[in-house]
């Protein structure tokens, strides 16, 4: 490799590089082999030894350790290290009345929005809508943390109140909060959105303001006090198993 190639590669630590180049950068050995099962287009592929699987129409560049350490963001630098195309997809998933959703407003944390992702993908929901003050998912920290999830669910960048009128004309849109109706007693839908809200400040007015069925994740026994508030990943792991429960109206 050039130090021209060096240089380009780690430039794309920068959310701006990587927005004008429209890639982001895979690591790891099990991260690469579900990447190459995933379809998405790989650029770039850099390695230290070769590869125990193989790329269709591209050869990886073999480095030396020394390199790989200078181009990874990992503190142990794994083996393997991709460049890979970003997706492209339209302004807004198709809306279908039976399919769960999730839409992030203005969840900040990167392994939040990694782990959210990596849930999405265990529960079955295909498409994510990311407020444009979200984390970016295709960050080195977020694409780490959902552990090849990223490659099977779908993410949009959109004006979440915009998204949420619109998806209002098909299906119910959930939101968390403090004064809403207990999720385990509540009937819940096939599917709809359900809006994570940030770690701090919740889901936020405007976006609130779409929200038709606003649900409380109790504490217990419910009503105790108890810590403030719960993490986002968590409070959207709690919410989607209580819809995949098989509770319909």
């Not at 026994?221 to 993490?231: I, K, Q, V, W």
Request: with cysteine; hydrophobic share 40%; charged share 20%.
């Amino acid at each position: 490799m050039t130090n021209t190639e060096i240089k380009w590669i780690k430039s794309l630590v920068q959310k701006k590089n990587r927005d004008d180049e429209k890639v982001f950068l895979v690591e790891g050995e099990k991260m690469a082999d579900e990447l190459r099962q995933s379809g998405f287009a790989i650029r770039k592929i850099v390695a230290t030894k070769p590869l125990p699987f193989t790329i269709p129409r591209l050869s990886p560049d073999y480095v030396s350790a020394k390199t790989m350490q200078q181009l990874s963001l990992l503190k142990t630098p794994t083996p393997v290290l991709a460049v890979v195309e970003q997706p492209v997809h339209p302004p807004f998933p198709a809306i279908d009345r039976d399919e769960l959703l999730l839409a992030l407003d203005n969840v900040q944390d990167p392994g939040n929005v990694g782990t959210i992702i990596r849930t999405a993908d265990w529960f079955g929901i295909r498409h994510i809508v990311c407020s444009p003050d979200t984390a970016d998912c295709y960050s080195p920290k977020v694409v780490q943390a959902t552990m090849g999830a990223i490659f099977r669910v779908n993410i949009y960048r959109a004006a979440l109140p915009v998204f949420l009128r619109q998806a209002q004309l098909h299906t119910i849109i959930y939101g968390t909060f403090l004064d809403g109706e207990n999720l385990y007693k509540k009937k819940l839908t096939a599917g709809g959105v359900i809006v994570i809200g940030n770690e701090g400040n919740g889901i936020s007015p405007d976006v609130a303001a779409e929200v038709s069925s606003r649900l409380l994740i109790p504490s217990f026994p419910e009503g105790s006090a108890r810590s403030e508030s719960l993490n986002a990943a968590v409070s959207a792991a709690i919410v989607c198993a209580a819809f995949r429960r098989g509770i319909r109206d």
